[in-house]
């Protein structure tokens, strides 16, 4: 029982991640109709927002300590970071919750990054076959990708997550259960939270502001809104900004559970697109729910106990290849993904 | 584009480098001491250094070269001189090798075999190299290995960690420096009983490729030789990222040790899971649950963070050694970049230096030659004690470090702590060993 | 007219694939590994464009083949004999049945599903062969020769010696003529001129199915696919065709590529490397016949040529400059070559797409245009 | 007996009933016009007639063979051919390879590889193909993409294009929708010219009346997914029930 619980945790926990990913990514298909290869790239460029916020933080005041030697036998250099010989308690404080810090910078950071992508290239490729889409994206992707490599090399760089939010806590008491049997690290808890609310401001808003009634018209009918005088387009790039600020969001948040490097984007890529599929092209609460719905089933396949009864039938380890046979199932089985408009791509 | 390079080819000597563009002719066989591939004519010889520029190893691909270029310098007789005052064999003078300057050419593994072997087919047939050295994975260096001993041509190995290196697919054209699964093993076991008892119960995380599952049965092996017991060895595919769901079921497997088979990337994010499960401050069976990582490298250690604080793992070499070719090595690197080496740099280093005075001793560039005069060596002074490349299977046996997170880290490069240096005598093998039987060196093939 | 150029066309191109050893000397390539990946690659290209080119259906899959290809020939060589020809025939083969098998799934979907499902499969076929599958494949390390297989067709060589792959004696890494010309050292080697041929067989193919009725519907599948249904086609078969014969050229590749070098590496299947093909198809222009070879020799340039300039390359290079100003340069330049060729490569991919949708191909078009100014022309013979 | 027998097709989407108990039954060599208003099924209809759309219930015969859950491609192999609303051609290709097409489908069938035959050795189909790009007066421009074309000559092209395979049944989705008084009248003319040199049955569906009263030989009515009315083209002028259901004050 207890083990079930914590493969669900960490299901849902694994979901948040690919459910934040794959609602930008279905945001920018639904509205814009553009497959966007770049996406994976965004959330890694997200968690290197992080990485920047904490190398600016610790930018440093250099002292020589005579008393010291460092390796080479010189006189060791002392390193006090400026804000907190600025701020004092408060630069420690700004430095202990950098992720936190992080998440303010990253919001107008990728909001902007977004915009200047849909303005300077995406926005060409309208009318452009799906294929052109995807081969810019992804030609973007390799370059984003190489731009971090060439600034913070490729060995992955530790965030810590904030001292009062790290460690593990005893999830099963709060379920009563016994005490000890569900333990879980209090930061992968934070994730979950984090991205519901995120999930939720983002459904609120398309539903609760005229802008968002704006574009769920314009993702129904791009012409008709269109007709009535609108500017689609303009709210069209604002969406832009917005997915890739949840892509962004994702990935500052998702810094102390992974060492973040350059490659990241991609390992996420490939998993996103399947979970929209799986989710159903353009449909917002179908990603979300297959992002989820992945997740649990990634994590429950994972369980020695089931890798066991199925090597024990003689089928390959599951783990590997789970998600995309899920993916390649619901493809085949039912085109229109989970809750995918009826019609779509059934031919 | 090459009109300008021909012009300048007198300049571009002192560059040591044949590079892209350029319209250099190549030597393929040749006179005097001739007889095998890439037989240098001229005054200088040609290396080639073939490191990951690209993919998740780039960075150790980097220090790497960092290490050769000090190595070249070394051998050209510039800089301090570095290993080479402290190395036991005295035939290195500074003047390049066998009199001739060294050059070298740099490539691209991207850390995939296919790549690699582009790269190093274009250093033998296009740049005339005479030796190819590097790598950063297992994977890659077998199979630029493998390419070497077909080419004719002498492969010093890089950081190469698995047992097959020198085990089934040795070749009798390939050398390794760096220790291996067994011997990590091997080393790992005594310090841990001594340590945490002979009463243990392992759950072991593997990575599923070649490499994780001889790394594992050697761990598996030593550990229970002395009394441990494994309770369950779980294979994880080589892409995850995410390794909750693999160590949620070790906190009520029963298990009181955990032990990670992975690296790179991999090592990473599952250390940085286990520490985040609470695992490093449980206690189980009246024990404190253990992590241990079998192999360490510092750049693992610096990307996995606070959490390889109090963590067991062995390596091949650690900056903080106080012996003297260790030292020297240090100084002469830290100067040079100011920071410490890493064990890939230190490890390539030696093949360097190693490389270049087997080719002294010998009195030829020929693979044979060289690979002969390797054979048995026994040298002192690179770190790591005394040391023997072995005829048998072209490993070299050397004292092993047992090593530990810091827990009080003084500066960014301080992040491990050698507890034990295990004697090389602990980590010997018979080349027909279980885990490493099945190969054949086959003959030294000197090419052309 | 069309059938005149065509032949003139092939005639070109078999002319310059045969002179390749001469006439890559002055760039640096013109070494064997090099001219070999080259024309593999080109086959590789080639048989891609005949299933994206002609029928618009974008594969992420078609490392896997290549894969299957390179694996199936390794085991010949392991196996039967180390003559290439039952190897190759076994990857063309192998490779077939897995892309008609791969080809029938995915094929149920068009579009970005169609994608997503090669990619889907491929990366499943990587990860099993990385790990599951090592008793067939040899995971990490990939499948090689040993000295103890038992090549049953084959006479024992000397003693402790890998044989070495051949065509009925001819050995691939052997260069049978080493003259100097113009004072550059060049290397004529069986196994280029091994896969040379291929290439030039592959592209007499290409030719053919372009210009063929089948080529027509595969063209016909791709403007208006919904037209050609209600004209009473079955386009499926044809789109299955089509991957199934752009699967066994990637399998003669592959096949080719374990010929000239006997090893088959997971890597080789990873999606990364179908990703690759598409960038040669696209740089060199896609649906063109010449365009995915340019492509495949621009990238493999890439990768092999611009990986390798270092810093101490580029200041040979600039040294007749002032010292700040060579300093300057080099520091510019560097993040873009060597260890950056990634980055620039990127970029141009990315160029290539937003400016020439047609590739190099249509840019060579476009500036022939300017030159000849058959542009005006054209444009006049309009209006008439 | 007609060529085209269609036994009370229902269709429902939803609440809504698209199709309720049509029959229709369309004479060989007739011209046979579908008409009603906005909404009243007429697309729908087409849809179950060419393959797209399965009818809930009902039966299609075509020349004796019953087409419904037939694929598209069957249904022409058949002997229909349809022109769409907005012409449907291979906006890539050249208007000569266009015509081609359907040629290769009508003599080879649904599939077949022939990668090694040569399309311009080809001297049968390209007989063919130039005959009827002369007949329909496009041989000038057949080297042209047909993407360039002029509206009127896509139109002209597609049904070239249908006509080439020689069907027995020619489906006309509104021909001339969104076409110029000047384009319309060329295409009732082009369709007069076909229907004196060849002997096609035809199915229109049209909105435009004076197309209708053109070229029909008989007209049925649909209102609300159902049939109201059948007949001669002057029966159906004065059909009370049309008046009512369809034409309204609209002159005819």
């Known amino acids: 029982m207890d083990a079930i619980l914590l493969q669900i945790l960490n299901g849902i926990d694994k979901g948040s991640a690919y459910a934040l990913i794959a609602l930008g990514l279905t945001l920018i298909f639904g509205t814009l109709g553009v497959v966007n290869f770049t996406h994976g790239a965004l959330f890694m460029i997200g968690a290197f927002v992080a990485v920047t916020v904490g190398k600016v933080l610790d930018i440093s005041k250099i002292t020589i300590d005579p008393s010291r030697v460092d390796f080479l036998g010189n006189p060791a250099k002392i390193r006090t970071p400026y804000v907190t010989e600025w701020f004092g308690d408060f630069g420690l404080w700004l430095i202990e919750w950098s992720v936190l810090v992080s998440v303010v910078v990253a919001i107008p950071v990728m909001i902007l990054i977004g915009i200047i992508m849909e303005r300077g290239l995406i926005r060409h490729f309208y009318s452009r076959p799906h294929a052109d889409q995807i081969l810019v994206t992804f030609g973007l992707a390799i370059v984003l990708q190489n731009i971090i490599k060439a600034i913070f090399g490729a060995n992955p760089i530790p965030q810590s997550a904030p001292d009062l939010l790290q460690g593990s806590v005893d999830f099963g008491v709060w379920v009563g259960m016994a005490e000890n049997a569900v333990v879980y690290p209090l930061w992968r808890l934070v994730y979950f939270v984090f991205s519901m609310v995120l999930i939720g401001g983002v459904f609120a808003f398309l539903r609760f502001t005229t802008f968002g009634m704006v574009v769920r018209a314009g993702m129904a009918d791009r012409e008709t809104v269109g007709l009535l005088g609108i500017n689609i387009d303009r709210r069209f790039t604002i969406m832009f900004g917005v997915a890739a600020a949840v892509a962004g969001l994702a990935g500052v948040m998702y810094t102390p559970i992974s060492p973040p490097n350059y490659p990241m984007g991609m390992d996420f890529l490939v998993l996103s697109f399947v979970v929209v599929v799986v989710g159903g092209m353009g449909s917002l609460p179908g990603a979300v729910l297959a992002g989820f719905l992945l997740g649990i089933i990634e994590s429950f396949a994972s369980m020695p106990l089931i890798k066991d009864s199925i090597a024990a039938i003689g089928l390959p380890s599951i783990d590997q290849i789970i998600i995309y046979l899920v993916a390649v199932i619901v493809l085949l089985v039912r085109p229109r993904g989970l809750m995918g408009k009826a019609g779509m791509m059934e031919e | 584009m090459s009109k300008l390079i021909l012009n300048r080819r007198g300049l571009l000597k002192t560059g040591a480098a044949v590079g892209a563009g350029m319209a250099m002719p190549t030597i393929l066989t040749a006179a005097s001491d001739g007889g095998y591939t890439n037989a240098p004519t001229g005054s200088t010889v040609t290396l080639g250094f073939n490191v990951p520029q690209s993919g998740p190893y780039a960075d150790e691909g980097a220090d790497e070269l960092r290490a050769y270029l000090l190595a070249v310098k070394h051998l050209n007789g510039e800089g301090d001189g570095g290993m080479m005052n402290t190395f036991s064999s005295k035939e290195l003078k500074g003047n390049g090798i066998l009199g001739r300057k060294v050059e070298y050419v740099t490539g691209d593994t991207q850390t995939k075999s296919d790549a690699a072997r582009a790269s190093a087919q274009s250093m033998i047939q296009k740049d005339g190299a005479v030796m190819i050295t590097g790598g950063s994975s297992s994977g890659v260096a077998i199979a630029v290995q493998g390419l070497c001993q077909e080419a004719g041509i002498i492969f010093m190995a890089g950081l190469t960690h698995s047992n097959d290196t020198t085990g089934k697919d040795k070749k009798a054209n390939g050398f390794r420096h760096f220790f291996n699964g067994y011997m990590s093993a091997a080393a790992l076991a005594p310090v841990l009983a001594d340590r945490y008892g002979t009463d243990r119960k392992a759950y072991h995380l593997t990575a599923d490729y070649t490499w994780g599952w001889t790394q594992q049965a050697s761990m598996a092996a030593a550990t229970e030789a002395k009394g441990w017991e494994t309770v369950a060895n779980v294979l994880t595919p080589l892409t995850t990222t995410d390794f909750s769901s693999y160590i949620a079921p070790v906190i009520n497997s029963g298990a009181d040790v955990l032990v990670l088979n992975h690296y790179g990337g991999n090592m990473i994010n599952s250390l940085t899971s286990a520490v985040q499960f609470g695992l490093k401050d449980k206690m189980v069976n009246n024990k404190n649950f253990e992590i241990i990582v079998p192999l360490y490298s510092r750049l693992m250690a610096k990307g996995a963070g606070e959490n390889v604080k109090g963590i067991f793992g062995s390596t091949n070499w650690h900056w903080s050694l106080q012996d003297e070719g260790s030292k020297a090595f240090v100084q002469s690197f830290g100067q040079e970049y100011g920071f410490p080496p890493s064990q890939a740099a230190h ?30 060596f026994k040298f002192s002074g690179l770190g790591n004690g005394d040391v023997e490349y072995r005829a048998e299977d072209h490993q070299c046996f050397k004292d092993v470090l047992v090593v530990k997170g810091k827990e009080n880290p003084t500066s960014e490069f301080d992040l491990l702590e050698v507890v034990e240096v295990t004697p090389r005598a602990q980590v010997e093998y018979d080349p027909e060993n279980e885990f490493f039987a099945g190969g054949s060196l086959g003959t030294c093939n000197p090419g052309a | 007219m069309t059938l005149m150029r065509d032949r003139t066309l092939l005639i070109i191109f078999t002319l310059f694939v045969l002179a390749a050893p001469l006439i890559f000397a002055p760039t640096g390539a013109a070494y064997p590994d090099l001219l070999q990946r080259f024309a593999i690659y080109g086959i590789f290209a080639i048989g891609f464009n005949i299933l994206f080119g002609l029928t618009g259906y974008l594969s992420f899959g078609h490392a896997a083949f290549l894969g299957v290809g390179s694996y199936s020939a390794v085991w010949m060589f392991k196996l039967l004999s180390m003559n290439i020809l039952p190897a190759l025939l076994l990857s063309v083969v192998m490779a077939g049945i897995f892309a008609l098998l791969i080809g029938y799934i995915s094929l149920r979907r068009s579009g970005i599903y169609f994608s997503i499902l090669t990619l889907a499969l491929a990366q499943m076929s990587y990860v099993l062969a990385y790990s599951v599958l090592t008793p067939l494949t040899n995971g990490e390390t990939g499948l090689q020769l040993r000295l103890d297989d038992p090549r049953i067709l084959d006479a024992a060589g000397p003693e402790g010696f890998l044989p070495s792959t051949n065509l009925f004696g001819l050995e691939m890494k052997e260069v049978f003529w080493n003259p100097t010309v113009f004072g550059y050292d060049l290397q004529f080697n069986w196994g280029y001129y091994v896969s040379a041929v291929m290439l030039i067989l592959s592209f007499w193919i290409s030719i053919r199915i372009f210009r063929s009725p089948f080529g027509l519907m595969l063209r016909a599948i791709k403007t208006n696919q919904t037209r050609l249904n209600y004209t009473g086609v079955n386009s499926r078969p044809y789109t299955l065709a089509a991957f199934v014969i752009s699967g066994m050229f990637a399998g003669l590749a592959g096949g080719l590529l374990a010929s000239m070098d006997p090893l088959a590496g997971a890597e080789r299947m990873q999606w990364t490397v179908g990703g690759e093909v598409v960038l040669m198809v696209v740089l060199g222009g896609m649906g063109t016949l010449i365009g995915p070879v340019l492509g495949a020799i621009f990238i493999k340039y890439f990768e092999n040529i611009f990986s390798k300039i270092n810093e101490v390359v580029l200041q040979g ?37 937003i400016f020439l949708p047609g590739g190099l191909v249509d840019g060579a078009r476009r500036i022939m245009r300017k030159i000849t100014g058959a542009d005006r022309r054209a444009a006049k013979a309009r209006n008439e | 007996m007609g060529i085209l027998e269609v036994q009370n097709v229902n269709k429902r989407f939803g609440g809504l009933q698209a199709l309720n108990n049509v029959n229709l039954d369309v004479a060989e060599g007739s011209v046979h016009a579908l008409i009603g208003p906005n909404g009243a099924g007429k697309s729908t209809f087409l849809n179950c007639l060419i393959g797209k759309l399965k009818p809930d219930t009902g039966s299609v015969q075509f020349d004796g063979q019953p087409v419904l859950g037939k694929k598209p491609h069957e249904i022409n192999q058949l002997g229909v051919a349809r022109v769409f609303q907005t012409p449907e051609i291979f906006m890539d290709l050249t208007v000569f390879e266009n015509v081609m097409i359907p040629c290769f489908a009508h003599r080879d069938g649904a599939f077949k590889i022939n990668a090694f035959a040569r399309v311009l050795r080809d001297k049968e189909i390209r007989q063919k193909a130039e005959d009827i790009l002369e007949d329909m007066g496009m041989k000038e421009k057949m080297a042209a993409q047909s993407g360039s074309l002029s509206r009127g000559d896509k139109r002209r092209l597609e049904i070239a294009m249908c006509l080439v395979q020689e069907p027995k049944l020619l489906l006309l989705d509104e021909p001339t929708a969104g076409m110029a008084r000047a384009d319309t009248n ?31 030989t008989t007209i049925s009515v649909l209102a609300q997914g159902a049939i109201i009315a059948e007949g001669l083209p002057e029966e159906i002028k004065g059909h009370p029930k049309v008046r009512e259901a369809y034409l309204g004050e609209a002159e005819v």
């Open chain 2, 347 to 376: 490890t390539v280093y030696c093949q360097t230096l190693l490389y270049a005075d087997a080719c002294e001793r010998a009195g030829t560039h020929n693979p044979c030659g060289v690979g002969e005069a390797l054979e048995g």
């Open chain 3, 317 to 353: 290079w600039f040294s007749f400059l002032p010292d700040w100003l060579s300093n300057f340069l080099v520091t510019i330049v560097s993040p873009f070559v060597g260890r950056g060729w990634g980055l620039t490569l990127g970029a141009l991919f990315m160029i290539v797409v």
């Open chain 4, 186 to 216: 060329n295409t009732i003319d082009l369709l007069n010219h076909i229907g004196e040199t060849r002997k096609i049955t035809k199915v229109i569906i049209e909105h435009d009346m004076h197309v209708v009263f053109s070229l029909a």
